[in-house]
């Protein structure tokens, strides 16, 4: 970059921060991008862009743009815990348990990252607990369906077949006489396809 470039994405960056300072979201994002044109990796850019769109809940955005000053500031503990912050925010609990450890290995005495890795974790494990409800409910309809629709088709099958009704409801003595109706139709049914046999012979 030349020397003008690298002026003009500082002057973009301070009109940034005074846009984010008045809650102009929308221009600072704007300000922030014009530096970022002329400076890829200008790290006072790219946070503005990541706290941007914290604000505007598009937390895998601001992950990418914190990511970046973080590649040119690895010993950064703030951007590290905005990352893990900003996982916690999108729901992604393990992510930001692991992020927040590496802030408290990078700062022991750094309380938030040392609850953010306490709270993800409570988070996950809530988590997992609702997807565990969630498949048995699914599993409760899924046999419910199957009930209802053995149901619907014992009923369709009982009003087209003798004695099916009796065989699949009724007590032992009357499933009985279901089997022997059911036998006796379907010996004539077949009696009667032997005969027509013949007669067409």
Known sequence: QTVENLYLA???????????AMNLWDEAEQAFWEAVALDYENSMARQGLGDVYREKLLFEQAIENYQIVLNNQP????????????YYDNH???????????????????????????LSEAKKQEQQQELLSLRQME????????????????????????????????ETKQMWT?????GATAGLMFGGYMLRGKGQA
């Open 10 to 20: 500082a002057e973009h960056v301070t009109r940034g921060i005074q846009y984010a």
């Open 75 to 86: 010993n950064n503990v703030d951007i590290q815990y905005l990352i893990s912050l900003s």
């Open 92 to 118: 992604e609990y393990e992510k930001a348990r692991v992020a927040s450890e590496k802030a408290l290995q990078m700062n022991p005495e750094l309380a938030k990252a040392e609850n953010l890795v306490r």
């Open 139 to 170: 599993a409760v309809a899924i046999e419910r369906f199957r009930q209802e629709q053995e149901i619907k088709e014992s009923a369709f099958i009982g009003k087209l077949v003798p004695g099916w009704r009796m065989i699949q409801t009724a």
């Open 178 to 182: 279901g089997y022997a109706i059911l």
